[in-house]
Nanobody, 114 residues
Framework: QVQLVESGGGLVQPGGSLRLSCAAS????????MGWYRQAPGKQRELVAA???????NYGDSVKGRFTISRDNAKNTLHLQMTSLKPEDTAVYYC????????WGQGTLVTVSS
């Protein structure tokens, strides 16, 4: 059973930065796509960023130019570098991976507030 474990969430002031990590229990080369989604209270889960096995990236419109998705192949870890954070970025951030099945992490809370 594949497990995805997120870390790096927390409280940050507007304009600040955070780096999220997602550690996979198997080689990330088994996944066609890995990515980050988020869900704010009362809202639907939305795509933040995705990274294909071939290296293609896709970002949600609201985070383009501020967030960067990357992976560490040796450590089977996916990262999300978040900069210029805004209060509207406050949400639970979920790691997602797709192969023959979909896998989700348990989520990590990011709160952007002064």
């Amino acid at each position: 059973q594949v497990q995805l474990v997120e870390s790096g969430g927390g409280l940050v002031q507007p304009g600040g930065s955070l780096r999220l990590s997602c550690a996979a229990s198997s080689s990330i080369f088994t996944f066609n796509v890995m990515g980050w989604y988020r869900q704010a209270p009362g809202k639907q889960r939305e795509l933040v960023a995705a990274l294909t096995l071939g290296g293609t990236t896709n970002y949600g419109d609201s985070v383009k130019g501020r967030f960067t998705i990357s992976r560490d192949n040796a450590k089977n870890t996916l990262h999300l570098q978040m900069t210029s954070l805004k209060p509207e970025d406050t949400a639970v951030y979920y790691c997602h991976a797709t192969s023959v099945m979909d896998y989700w992490g348990q989520g990590t809370l990011v709160t952007v507030s002064s």
